[in-house]
């Protein structure tokens, strides 16, 4: 009987309980115990009571609740080969030899890492008396699946990531609330959301909410020239008879020096020009609440698939992160969408924001 177990890693996001849910019932549908790794990886090196196999009623009412009810963490130990050693020993102690890991680029590539140091960890666990040959037999590959759970939407090769949608919808209801109070006294409102390399949330909660102006990291600003750029449009559309003005900054925005830009600096532009100006740093309201139908909905078709690759899986396969593109759930390979993914952070390091606009284009192709 194949026993996985699956956990969620890094920050948490909407839709994260509903894979959990979908991998405990599809797995046990498909015939395989599903262990739930309480914590992230802290679960692994842990072990004991954070390593808990699951009945299909405990995952009851998760798809409409929000945050992980597993846990997550960022665990220090798992960074180290010691830590992950010991992360090998509790997964054989239980009989586990597959991982499906709902989180984000750093979680995934930790995931990949640990598979590719799977044989060496269990030859050491022989080496060093921990455990007998006889005992790892079974256990000679580990299968690693990654679902991506995020509300940047930062991964390549995927359209959208778990949670993504449900941030979204979140930041535009935050933007509606404050326009009704920004149009009543005329004010401007700067508007801080997440997003460190990727502008997705910034670009989209702009585009649904009709913002006047939007700073995301891929298309940085000209230094020096964005403050009258900003001016420029706020007061055409002033002068064209808009009450409120609304500038959506993402967390990560740079001008073309890669300077970061902060709301205080753009509600300091805004003052000048005259206008009422506050600013509004929507902060971890952006990852609360339930998950919208949409990441329900993804969440699910990815978790039951994210199984079925376990079962599919071969030592020869590269290890898959499932992913959505053009409305298909597909897999592809993890470490590929990982390196893609930081291949646009390094292309805005370096000031090549054309190739981060093509890097992050491409990554949405078959
Ligand atoms: P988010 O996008 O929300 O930040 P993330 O998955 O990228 O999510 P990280 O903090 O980078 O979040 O990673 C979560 C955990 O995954 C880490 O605390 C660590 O335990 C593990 N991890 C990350 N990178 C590695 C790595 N290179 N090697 C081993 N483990 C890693």
Same mark, same amino acid.
């Given at each position: 009987?194949?026993?996985?177990?699956?956990?969620?890693?890094?920050?948490?996001?909407?839709?994260?309980?509903?894979?959990?849910?979908?991998?405990?019932?599809?797995?046990?549908?498909?015939?395989?115990?599903?262990?739930?790794?309480?914590?992230?990886?802290?679960?692994?090196?842990?072990?004991?009571?954070?390593?808990?196999?699951?009945?299909?009623?405990?995952?009851?009412?998760?798809?409409?609740?929000?945050?992980?009810?597993?846990?997550?963490?960022?665990?220090?130990?798992?960074?180290?080969?010691?830590?992950?050693?010991?992360?090998?020993?509790?997964?054989?102690?239980?009989?586990?030899?597959?991982?499906?890991?709902?989180?984000?680029?750093?979680?995934?590539?930790?995931?990949?890492?640990?598979?590719?140091?799977?044989?060496?960890?269990?030859?050491?666990?022989?080496?060093?008396?921990?455990?007998?040959?006889?005992?790892?037999?079974?256990?000679?590959?580990?299968?690693?699946?990654?679902?991506?759970?995020?509300?940047?939407?930062?991964?390549?090769?995927?359209?959208? !990531?778990?949670? %993504? /949608?449900?941030?979204?919808?979140?930041?535009?209801?935050? &933007? =509606?609330?404050?326009? $009704?109070?920004?149009? @009543?006294?005329?004010?401007?409102?700067?508007?801080?959301?997440?997003?460190?390399?990727?502008?997705?949330?910034?670009?989209?909660?702009?585009?649904?909410?009709?913002?006047?102006?939007?700073?995301?990291?891929?298309?940085?600003?000209?230094?020096?020239?964005?403050?009258?750029?900003?001016?420029?449009?706020?007061?055409?559309?002033?002068?064209?008879?808009?009450?409120?003005?609304?500038?959506?900054?993402?967390?990560?925005?740079?001008?073309?020096?890669?300077?970061?830009?902060?709301?205080?600096?753009?509600?300091?532009?805004?003052?000048?020009?005259?206008?009422?100006?506050?600013?509004?740093?929507?902060?971890?309201?952006?990852?609360?609440? !339930?998950?919208? %139908? /949409?990441?329900?909905?993804?969440?699910?078709?990815?978790? &039951? =698939?994210?199984?079925? $690759?376990?079962?599919? @899986?071969?030592?020869?396969?590269?290890?898959?992160?499932?992913?959505?593109?053009?409305?298909?759930?597909?897999?592809?390979?993890?470490?590929?969408?990982?390196?893609?993914?930081?291949?646009?952070?390094?292309?805005?390091?370096?000031?090549?924001?054309?190739?981060?606009?093509?890097?992050?284009?491409?990554?949405?192709?078959?």
């Amino acid at each position: 009987k194949k026993k996985i177990g699956v956990m969620t890693s890094g920050g948490d996001a909407p839709g994260m309980n509903p894979a959990v849910r979908a991998v405990v019932r599809a797995g046990i549908f498909l015939g395989c115990d599903v262990f739930a790794v309480y914590e992230g990886y802290e679960g692994l090196v842990q072990g004991g009571d954070l390593l808990k196999k699951m009945e299909w009623g405990d995952v009851r009412s998760f798809l409409s609740l929000g945050g992980t009810n597993i846990g997550t963490a960022r665990c220090a130990a798992f960074r180290e080969r010691a830590g992950r050693l010991v992360a090998a020993h509790n997964m054989i102690l239980n009989g586990i030899d597959a991982l499906i890991v709902c989180g984000g680029d750093g979680s995934l590539t930790g995931a990949d890492l640990f598979r590719s140091e799977w044989p060496s960890l269990i030859e050491e666990l022989v080496s060093t008396g921990k455990l007998t040959k006889e005992e790892v037999a079974p256990y000679k590959h580990l299968t690693i699946v990654g679902l991506v759970g995020s509300i940047d939407n930062d991964m390549s090769s995927t359209d959208a !990531t778990i949670g %993504a /949608y449900s941030s979204l919808e979140r930041i535009t209801e935050m &933007v =509606d609330y404050i326009d $009704a109070t920004a149009t @009543s006294h005329s004010r401007a409102f700067v508007v801080e959301v997440m997003g460190r390399h990727c502008g997705w949330l910034g670009l989209m909660s702009g585009i649904a909410t009709g913002a006047d102006f939007i700073f995301i990291p891929e298309r940085p600003p000209k230094a020096g020239e964005w403050q009258q750029e900003l001016k420029d449009v706020c007061s055409r559309h002033r002068a064209k008879g808009r009450r409120k003005t609304t500038v959506i900054v993402a967390e990560g925005a740079i001008d073309s020096e890669l300077n970061p830009i902060s709301s205080e600096e753009v509600k300091n532009v805004l003052v000048e020009l005259g206008l009422d100006t506050r600013i509004t740093t929507l902060g971890h309201v952006q990852r609360g609440g !339930t998950a919208v %139908a /949409y990441d329900r909905m993804l969440a699910t078709l990815q978790g &039951v =698939d994210a199984v079925r $690759a376990v079962l599919e @899986s071969t030592p020869d396969i590269p290890s898959p992160m499932i992913g959505v593109l053009e409305n298909k759930i597909v897999r592809k390979p993890l470490v590929e969408a990982v390196k893609l993914t930081k291949s646009v952070a390094d292309a805005i390091e370096s000031k090549d924001f054309d190739k981060a606009m093509a890097l992050r284009d491409s990554s949405f192709e078959e």
